[in-house]
């Protein structure tokens, strides 16, 4: 048995007679494609499509439980209830604080399934509210290569594509119109993206997160998640890949890295660098 309790998370209901449509215009994930009992990813953007508020989501028996940071909590109220104008939509905090994540063990009653980490061939499940302590939940990030907002990346300076919100379920390319749709749309549609969330390894001890990584001379990235020899990273993987067919080493700071494109994105290293 293996469970963390996230104390900075926090919960949000959406519910009323227009939170699908309402939602479903706004945000980056597909709900009529949502199945119950999962929790898919997902994002508020700004009008340039870079990444506002992220979160996961979930279908409930009123209309459907949203999971974020608990500091971004009622910003996230703030801004969706500037768009609800006159629909039909309650916006309501959940009384219960922090949440559990439960691997290795059978489903808890009251939980939903992480599709990000079913993607990696892991079974994880959150539920609002509990107790303990967070161990073990940022290693299994970084071996699944699932990013995490505010560690991984700052928020209003990240796309979808750069944490593979496009591969894990968290971006719809079909649904239609959303705020920054129009910009993630051409990413896709040019095939533009360059940074990528990768998993890092080293033979040591990982530098402190936020620490340079480095080939060549050239900044491509910096350190997200860290757990001792592993973590996350969001990189130039056309430099990165050029780097690699070249046989030059990736540093952060002096720590030599492995790096690699999560399994389950499909994704290849570009070997060409493209412009800035």
């Not at 439960?102 to 509210?129: C, H, N």
Request: net charge negative; glycine share 12%.
């Amino acid at each position: 048995m293996a469970r963390a309790f996230l104390a900075t998370r926090g919960w949000l209901t959406v519910s009323g007679p227009d939170a699908s449509d309402f939602l479903q215009g706004l945000i980056t994930t597909d709900l009529d494609s949502l199945e119950p009992g999962v929790a898919a990813p997902g994002a508020l953007l700004t009008p340039q499509g870079k990444i506002m508020f992220f979160f996961m989501i979930s279908k409930s028996d009123s209309g459907f439980l949203v999971e974020t940071d608990a500091g971004s909590l009622d910003a996230l109220i703030k801004r969706l209830t500037m768009y609800k104008l006159r629909a039909k939509v309650d916006l309501a905090k959940l009384e219960a604080t922090g949440a559990t994540v439960v691997w290795d063990e059978m489903q808890p009653e009251g939980s939903t399934k992480d599709i990000r980490f079913a993607k990696a061939g892991m079974d994880l499940y959150r539920l609002p509210g509990g107790s303990g302590i967070c161990e073990g939940y940022d290693a299994l990030r970084a071996q699944a290569g699932v990013p995490e907002a505010g560690v991984d990346f700052p928020l209003q300076d990240a796309f979808p594509h750069d944490v593979l919100l496009d591969k894990s379920g968290g971006v719809s390319f079909k649904k239609g119109c959303y705020v920054g749709q129009e910009v993630v749309s051409r990413m896709q549609h040019r095939s533009t993206a360059r940074r990528r969330l990768v998993t890092v390894a080293a033979e040591s001890a990982l530098p402190a997160s936020g620490t340079e990584i480095r080939t060549g001379g050239k900044i491509i990235g910096a350190l997200g998640t860290v757990a001792d020899k592993a973590g996350l990273a969001i990189i130039r993987i056309d430099r990165a890949g050029a780097a690699m067919a070249a046989g030059t080493p990736i540093l952060a700071g002096e720590t030599p890295l492995t790096v690699r494109l999560p399994a389950w994105s499909g994704l290849e290293f570009i070997t060409a660098e493209g412009e800035d």
